[in-house]
């Protein structure tokens, strides 16, 4: 009789070893081993493969790429994300936060895809009349739109094999079990195995598959890492409880950019789509107040407008307080640095908070003078201009360094009403200036905190 293994996997990497470790080997994460127990597969209780598993290697010339479709979900911004539609046999996993909206998402677009192609919806958390009544909440309703709630696997592949359906949507991968793995759903050996038998039949019968993955308490999704790997789209809903807005960003595509982001409000109705996440960032936004500035940077194709706000005060500890939300810490104390050292302003003796309005987060170098602006104008107490836009890289030496993409910056600076915009002077000689923009080109750190105050 075979005998049961215990081995510990992490949950970061994935990684197994037959013994605990504080430290996992492979990427370094501690405290990260969680213990599974791997029981014998009894005989003939092993899942059938799908049909048409068995594959023959094939020369790279003779492989038909004809058939690769890309469609349109029926919201935008989705396929935006996505890289311009969703991919006929891919393998797509939606994480998110409790409540942030992943399955209102993927049932509002069922409307649209059902009107050429058929959809099976399985639900392990809901029931199929609670399912009814939130897709008529949400105005769903269509004749090729089937729905299921049940979490073994067997059972999901027998409805898939007699409905032959062309997208699928798993809600959620953490509810489903295979019989023949002794472990609990939600278990990692549990989600492994299904996800790979999913990924299975997306590519053996070419269904368009949705997953959506519960997210653990830091923030990345519940299960081992490997779970993102075996994946073609690594989706992630993002937003702040307290704001009706959402993010939809991409982590990992194998179809498209992982820069792009989508941009979505929550109404009673379902999700509505922001065409213009510039105009909903800088809503609100206060006239003449010192220690705001606006910035553009690119998310993907995109420019976006946001308002980067700083407050300086001054410090009663011997070290000075720093706190940044939606910009990266590091560099904020770098840009801190360099105030201090080539703009002679003793940001040593004073505690500086950053703030990007709105939930986005500012990666870009793009985003370091504007940033500069705000602290520098709230140091003053002297305010940026309200119609002022401020773009570029701030170097260690100070100076201001150029940026890619000005033409389409500037063009979105325009076209949002904004009459002014700062912008490095080396490597704009050929910038398209549009019509009504005063652009500002500065040369150092210095020069653009006196050209703005």
């Known amino acids: 009789m075979a005998k049961t293994k215990t081995v510990f996997f992490c949950t970061e990497c994935g990684y197994e070893t037959p013994k605990w470790m504080g ?40 492989v ?18 996505l890289g311009g539609g969703a991919v006929a046999g891919s393998l797509v996993l939606v994480g998110g936060a409790p409540g942030i909206g992943k399955s209102t998402l993927l049932l509002q677009i069922c409307n649209r895809l059902c009107a050429e192609r058929s959809v099976l919806y399985v639900s392990g958390e809901e029931s199929e009349r609670q399912l009814k009544l939130r897709a008529e909440r949400l105005g769903v309703a269509s004749d090729s739109l089937y729905i299921l709630s049940e979490t073994r696997m067997s059972d999901i592949t027998e409805a898939i094999d007699e409905l032959k359906p062309d997208i699928l949507i798993i809600d959620s991968i953490q509810t489903l079990y295979q019989e023949s793995n002794e472990s609990a759903p939600g278990s990692i050996s549990q989600v492994k195995d299904c996800t790979m038998h999913l990924m299975q039949l997306s590519k053996l019968q070419g269904i368009t598959v949705f997953v959506v993955g519960h997210i653990n308490k830091d923030g990345n999704i519940a299960g ?54 510039s105009k909903m960032l800088l809503e609100g936004r206060p006239q003449d107040a010192p220690g705001t500035c606006v910035a553009c940077v690119m998310e993907g194709t995109r420019p976006v407008l946001a308002e980067v706000q700083a407050l300086v005060a001054k410090t009663t500890l011997n070290q000075p307080r720093r706190a940044s939300d939606g910009f990266d810490f590091n560099r904020a104390v770098l840009l801190l640095a360099v105030m201090e050292k080539r703009a002679g302003i003793k940001m040593s003796l004073f505690d500086a908070y950053i703030n990007v309005i709105g939930g986005l987060r500012l990666d870009e170098p793009a985003a370091d003078l504007p940033v500069v602006l705000a602290l520098a104008s709230s140091y003053r107490d002297s305010a940026v201009a309200n119609d002022l836009v401020a773009i570029g890289e701030v170097g260690l030496t100070g100076e201001i360094r150029a940026v890619s993409n000005m033409n389409q910056r500037l063009a979105e600076v325009a076209r949002l009403g904004f009459k002014k915009c700062m912008i490095p002077k080396f490597g704009s000689e050929k910038v398209e200036i549009p019509a009504g923009l005063t652009v500002y080109r500065v040369r150092n750190l210095h020069e653009a905190i006196e050209t703005a105050l």
């Open 224 to 277: 081992p890492k490997v779970l993102e790997h075996m994946v073609d789209c690594v989706l992630y809903f993002e937003g702040d409880p307290n704001s009706s807005y959402r993010l939809l960003r991409a982590a990992k595509n194998r179809f498209g950019s992982t820069n792009e982001i989508g941009v979505f409000e929550m109404i009673d109705t379902g999700l509505r789509e922001i065409p213009n996440p």
């Open 23 to 62: 430290r996992c080997p492979s990427c370094g994460a501690y405290n990260t081993m969680q213990e599974h127990v791997e029981k014998p597969v009894a005989p003939g209780r092993a899942v059938s493969a799908p049909v048409g598993m068995s594959r023959k290697p094939q020369m790279l010339s003779q």
């Open 64 to 81: 038909d790429t004809g058939l690769e479709l890309r469609f349109s979900t029926g919201m935008g911004e989705l396929d935006r994300v």
